[in-house]
C-alpha cells in the first residue's frame, strides 16, 4: 500500500512543472456494515492525488485506500482496498480550500477465519463508485493539512454471503501541492485575466 501511494506522489512530483495539483495522505477510519461484525471499523490509510494543467477548473482524481482490522478473540481478519479514478473540484479562497469528487472505483474485501489453527481465506473484487470531500489549509508554500470524508459502495461475495465492501471514512489530511505559493481559485484568476 504504501509503496504503491509513493509511486503514485512520485508520479504527482514529475507533472509539478507543468499543471497544478495536490497529493494527500490520509489517516483515519473506515465504517463498513453490520455484516462485517466485528471487524466492520477498520483503520484506513489512503492518498488522494488530484492532478491536471494549470487552467483547468476541475482536476482528474487518482486515489488509493487500504483499511484493516484483526480481532484476536474472534479470529477474524478483515480488509479492503479501493482505486478509484474520477474528476475533483478543489476550490481556492485564500488558504483554505474545500474540495468535491466522485468516481468509479475498483473495490477489494476479504476476510481470513481461524478455525482451530486451521486458515481459510477468501476475497472478491467488484466495481462500484465513491463520492468524498473536505477541506485542507496549505501551510507555507507546498504542505496540506485538513480533513476529509468518503463514501463508497461496491457489492462482492464472501462466505457465500453477498456484502458491500464499500463504506464511510474519515480522517487527517497531510499531504502537499504544487505549484508553490498560496492557490487561488481558477474562475477568479480567468476573471482578473479578463479585466
Known amino acids: 500500500m504504501i509503496p504503491v501511494a509513493l509511486a503514485l506522489a512520485e508520479s504527482a512530483g514529475a507533472l509539478a512543472g507543468e499543471g497544478s495539483g495536490d497529493v494527500n495522505f490520509i489517516l483515519g477510519q473506515k465504517q463498513l456494515n453490520q455484516d462485517w461484525e466485528p471487524v466492520e471499523s477498520q483503520d484506513q490509510f489512503g492518498v488522494e492525488m488530484s492532478w491536471g494543467k ?3 477548473p476541475i482536476l482528474i482524481a487518482t486515489d488509493l485506500f487500504g483499511s484493516y482490522k484483526e480481532d484476536n478473540n474472534a479470529g477474524i481478519t478483515g480488509k479492503t482496498s479501493e482505486f478509484g479514478f474520477g474528476l475533483r473540484k478543489i476550490w481556492g479562497h485564500g488558504r483554505f480550500h474545500p474540495y468535491l469528487g466522485g468516481g468509479a472505483a475498483f473495490i477489494y474485501g476479504g476476510a481470513e477465519l ?3 489453527g486451521v486458515m481459510v481465506k477468501v476475497s ?7 463520492a468524498g470531500g473536505g477541506i485542507f489549509w496549505r501551510l507555507g508554500s507546498r504542505f496540506n493539512l485538513g480533513l476529509a470524508a468518503r463514501y463508497s459502495k461496491a457489492k462482492i461475495t464472501l462466505f457465500d454471503t453477498n456484502m458491500d465492501a464499500g463504506g464511510y471514512s474519515g480522517g487527517l489530511i497531510l499531504g502537499w501541492g504544487w505549484p508553490a505559493g498560496k492557490r487561488t481559485d ?9 479585466r
Not at 124 to 130: E, H, I, R
Not at 186 to 194: C, D, K
Open 54 to 56: 494549470k487552467h483547468w
Open 114 to 116: 481461524d478455525f482451530s
Open 124 to 130: 472478491d473484487t467488484s466495481v462500484g463508485a465513491w
Open 186 to 194: 481558477r474562475h477568479s484568476q480567468a476573471n482578473h485575466h479578463r
